[in-house]
């Protein structure tokens, strides 16, 4: 199964200040939307609620796996997992050929030495922000296709083998 991250990240890497993403920008969210239908998405808990506090609900048309520590966590129309094991298994059983992994700042951290892919919407803007998208080597990364907008560039990444 591809392992893919997708964020969107200001140039100075931050993905969000407390709870909140600090932008909203005119197509990023569809193009979240379209990146990840149908597929398998893992997110972490504070990603989660944040996102059922927008829309009121899990994403839909995507298997939503929800990595926390608390062992009792459930939602409905969710997959709970403890631990990364876990989430990747619950994504196996969906029979898909490539997983989203969707944040925060601790989940991507966990999952981006085994990523096959990265799809990165960089913002062209410095934001006020207390959480991060991982530093990482772009010498192990080849670009494989570029959007230009207006003030945001998305940028498909594979890693060099």
């Known amino acids: 199964m591809k392992i893919t991250l997708i964020a969107a990240l200001a140039e100075d890497r931050v993905i969000g200040r407390g709870d909140e993403i600090p932008w909203d920008i005119d197509g990023e969210q569809e193009h979240f939307r379209d990146k990840t239908f149908g597929h398998p998405v893992i997110m972490g808990r504070k990603t989660f609620e944040n996102i059922v506090g927008k829309l009121g609900k899990p994403l839909p048309g995507r ?72 530093d990482f080597n772009m010498d192990e990364w080849q670009t494989q296709s570029q959007t230009i907008k207006n003030n945001y560039s998305i940028i498909d990444y594979e890693r060099r083998r």
């Open 63 to 134: 298997l939503n796996i929800v990595m926390s520590e608390n062992e009792s966590y459930n939602y409905n129309q969710t997959v709970s997992a403890r631990n990364k094991q876990a989430a990747l298994e619950a994504a196996e059983d969906s029979y898909e050929d490539e997983v989203f992994i969707a944040g925060g700042e601790s989940i991507y951290e966990q999952f981006i030495d085994d990523a096959d892919r990265m799809v990165l919407t960089w913002i062209k803007e410095v934001h006020d922000g207390d959480v991060y998208f991982p």
